[in-house]
């Protein structure tokens, strides 16, 4: 990465929220500490409670079809979507914010009322995870994310390869790639798990993980 080719060189990343799937990168000069600007928005969007079955799917689907008609809006200028319940709330490029509150008018037929936030109101979804302790040869991803995901090591190797795949949300090259404690681990269909611990080591030389697995 140039981070690690620059010595000189810190990336700093955003998503809106603490753990966001889709982020920004910046590149700043490891001595600056001021704050950076991601050019990202945060919109609130409400629609009637009777319509709760309204989901991601839906929203992405409404706000990507109007965007595309109109050739106006790049999924690249979306970040998450956080639905709840009879809401929800959505992180986009900044240039587009106006044109969403405009625009963005009805989700599957359904009326919505949409109104820019702060990005410190934006509401993640609770965490709810599953602890997994497991022994492991090494901490290759492919040996870590099996254990993890509870799945055989070569089909770690093959989601790897051929699946949406990312270590702290960013893409992975390779299923030798070493992880280590607090790395969170994505794969798309599965989910991801976080690394919580790595509780020492075996009489047989493995090593012992204690992992978060989210759905």
């Known amino acids: 990465t140039i981070a690690a080719h620059m010595k000189t060189v810190a990336v700093k990343t955003s998503g809106g929220y603490h753990e966001a799937e889709r982020i920004r990168v910046a590149f700043a000069r490891n001595d600056y500490d001021g704050p950076v600007d991601f050019g990202l928005t945060a919109l609130k969007v409400t629609w009637d409670d009777r319509y709760r079955l309204i989901g991601h799917r839906d929203v992405l689907g409404s706000l990507m079809g109007r965007a595309i008609a109109r050739a106006v809006l790049d999924r690249a200028l979306l970040g998450d979507i956080l639905t709840q319940g009879s ?4 992180v986009a490029d900044s240039s587009m914010a106006e044109w969403i509150k405009r625009n963005f008018l009805k989700v599957a037929m359904v009326s919505v009322q949409i109104k ?3 990005l410190e109101e934006l509401e993640p979804p609770k965490k709810t995870a599953r602890e997994v302790r497991a022994t492991v040869a090494s901490l290759r991803l492919d040996a870590v994310g099996a254990a993890g995901f509870g799945i055989s090591r070569s089909k770690m190797v093959q989601c790897v390869e051929s699946v949406g795949r990312k270590i702290n949300w960013q893409p992975v090259k390779s299923a030798s ?12 269909g599965k989910g991801r798990i976080e690394i919580r611990e790595v509780t020492g080591m075996s009489r047989k030389g493995r090593t012992g993980l204690l992992i978060d697995r989210y759905k």
Do not use: L, M, N, P
């Not at 809401?87 to 959505?90: M, T």
């Not at 790639?177 to 798309?188: C, E, L, P």
């Open 116 to 118: 820019e936030i702060s």
């Open 177 to 188: 790639q070493t992880v280590k404690a607090g790395d969170v681990i994505s794969i798309r």
């Open 87 to 90: 809401g929800c709330q959505i």
